[in-house]
């Protein structure tokens, strides 16, 4: 097995690099770089500009208008957005419904939604957990009750990331109460606009307003709006999920953290010497480093495993979700060692040592503190760390279940 990237690769990877440089809008990388929150305008303008090129769509084949990279090309294109840093393609599009809608919908949803999920003229929720069913999912209660045309659907969901911006929601129901657990859902796709249908948001500990709760209150749904067969939703979901775990391992982010938080310890006197100059602070970077360095080469050999394009889910993905979110805690700790007590601060709220000087500029660290924060919960979404750990144990040691 050869780990190593080609040179074609590294062609790719300067050409996705440059490409990156000169298009992105200069306001957007500005919030990226202090980890500011992008307007739904920014992220959509920016999301079509990546699909004028072909490139908003990295895991979608040629055949539903993708750009048919392999795994590895795949990887390269998210590891450059990642240490730039630019925004990623919207997930909930491009890497959850619009791979279900590919492999189950319909010709004719596959003709009508595949180009507005690239280009982001539907903006896409994901409404799957419930405040009943999160890692144990099939125990959703949502129900959906079929009168003629139309089902009744009835119910909460819970922790719906961007619900607020979403136009529309694909949403897993339960049409059979009667059946074993997996057996009685569907899959359905849901206007956010349907009377009956209402968004309440969450505020995170990060301070930011990003996840919702969905309640559905005899919500009427065309049953044109079913993807694939009715009560057989749970095989959409589990490729779903499947989908929503490979590339997880985030290591280019974590690569920008650790840029960041070296830049600012340079700016941080520590008695006579810089903290960048501080041993314990340099050894910390170097181990996460060193950490990193392994899960890239990790992720080189599940790619690898995985073959030229990865249509099916490895479950030795667990191990870089789990690896590369712990990765990902470390570095922002590491970031907010290196901020110290302006990872906290707002504008004006610092105040110099010497009352003559001018206020310090101190608000560019009030986003430290939220990423330091918001990270806590990237060991619950997308599978919690415990369950990860439960399928490495079936799926890959073998252990009983
Ligand atoms: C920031 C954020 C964004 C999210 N976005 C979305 C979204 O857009 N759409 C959506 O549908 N959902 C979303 N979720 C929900 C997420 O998928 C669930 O939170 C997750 O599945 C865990 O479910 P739960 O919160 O009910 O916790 P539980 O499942 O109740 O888990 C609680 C704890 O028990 C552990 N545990 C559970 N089962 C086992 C087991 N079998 N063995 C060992 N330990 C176990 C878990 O690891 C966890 O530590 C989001 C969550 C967060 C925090």
Redo the contacts with the bound molecule.
Sequence with gaps: MDLRFTDEENAFREEVRSFIRENLPKPVHAKMLEHRALSKDEVVSWQRILNARGWATPSWPAAWGGPGWTAVQRYIFLDELHQFPAPEPVS?NVSMIGPVIGTFGSDEQKARLLPRIANLDDWW?????EPG?????AALSTSAIRHGDHYVVNGT???????HRADWMFTLVRTDPAAKKQAGISFLLIDMKSPGLSVQPII?IDGRH??NSVFLDNVRVPVAQRVYLENKGWDVAKFLLGNERTGIARIGMSKYLIRRAKQIAAQVQDGDRTLAEDAGFRRRCAEIEVELKALEITQMRVLAAMGEHAEKPDPRSSILKIKGVELRQAASELLLRAAGPLALAAEGEYDPPNPEDAPADTEWGSTIAPVYF?LR?AS????????QK?ILAQAVLGLPK
Excluded at 133 to 137: N, V
Excluded at 157 to 163: E, F, L, N, P, S
Aim: net charge negative; proline share 0%.
């Design positions: 909930f929720c994901q409404g799957f957990s069913a999160g890692s144990d999912l969901k819970m922790w719906q990331g961007m619900g995170t990003e996840v918001i919960a619950i979404y997308g599978g919690a760390t415990e369950v439960n």
